[in-house]
């Protein structure tokens, strides 16, 4: 979906959480907009959420990833790419981390 934002998760709803005010809602509107260190955001979030049952999700998600595993065939290159980065973090990780990108 590079370039085609409008094509970029069509029903989600996108919470934009950014320390500079100028970057919010530079190529996305967000349906929230919060302006902080996401460190100290994120931490007073979660005191505010209420953890739900997420195992129907979390089943169909490891279903997804089971379907549809990540295969890279490569020679002879010894820079990692992307993907392969963030298998060995999920790796080093047991799946027990949240692991987000940016685009530049």
Known sequence: VTGRLKDFAPHAKIVHLDIDPA????NV?????????????LQMLNKEIEAGDRRE???????????HPSLVV??????????EVIRAL?????????IVTGVG
Not at 23 to 26: C, I, L, N, R
Not at 74 to 83: D, M, N, S
């Open 23 to 26: 970057e919010m809602g530079k």
């Open 29 to 41: 509107k967000p349906a929230a907009a919060l302006l902080g260190d996401v460190r100290t955001s």
């Open 57 to 67: 999700w979390r089943d169909s998600i490891r279903a997804i990833q089971e379907q």
């Open 74 to 83: 490569r020679e002879g290159t010894a820079k990692p790419l992307p993907q």
């Open 90 to 98: 999920y790796e080093a990780t047991k799946g027990d981390a949240y």
